[in-house]
């Protein structure tokens, strides 16, 4: 049986690709995915069935070989700070970029302390939308 990669999967589409190892792409559409496995992230390693159909090949019953793990896939859901929090850190994210992008209308990057701070507060900020 084949195997590749995905290349990408959109779970309210129903479909996506995988990239397989000679680079050639195949067409995945949910009903080839396993029994109670609903998306797949990209880059995850499968191994599949291939049918020629009107619109070329399309993957058949996927099988996971090797899922791609998230960076927060270990955060439990008491990790995450209580929703009233996360309103007001979200707030000052939102003041944050507004500055960030005025500077940026007027043709200048924020300066390297400024630039780090947004990236961490926005990883911070994902990390907690995420767990």
């Known amino acids: 049986m084949p195997t590749g990669k995905v290349r990408f999967y959109d779970a309210d589409k ?3 690709f995988i990239s397989e190892d000679d680079g050639t792409d ?21 191994e599949f ?5 009107r619109k070329g090949a399309q993957a058949l019953q996927v099988r996971v070989l090797d899922p791609v793990g ?18 007001v850190i ?3 994210v ?9 500077g ?9 302390k400024l630039g780090s701070n947004v990236a961490r507060a926005l990883r911070g900020l994902a990390d907690q939308l995420d767990a």
């Open 14 to 16: 129903g479909f996506g």
């Open 26 to 46: 195949v067409f995945l559409h949910a009903n080839a995915l396993p029994e109670g496995v609903t998306s797949l992230k990209k880059g995850a390693r499968v």
């Open 49 to 53: 069935g291939i049918v020629e159909g």
């Open 70 to 87: 998230s960076v927060t896939a270990g955060r439990r859901e008491r990790d995450r700070k209580p929703a009233d929090e996360m309103v």
């Open 90 to 92: 979200i707030e000052d």
């Open 94 to 102: 939102v003041q944050l970029l507004d500055g960030v992008s005025e």
């Open 104 to 112: 940026l209308r007027k043709g200048h990057y924020p300066d390297k």
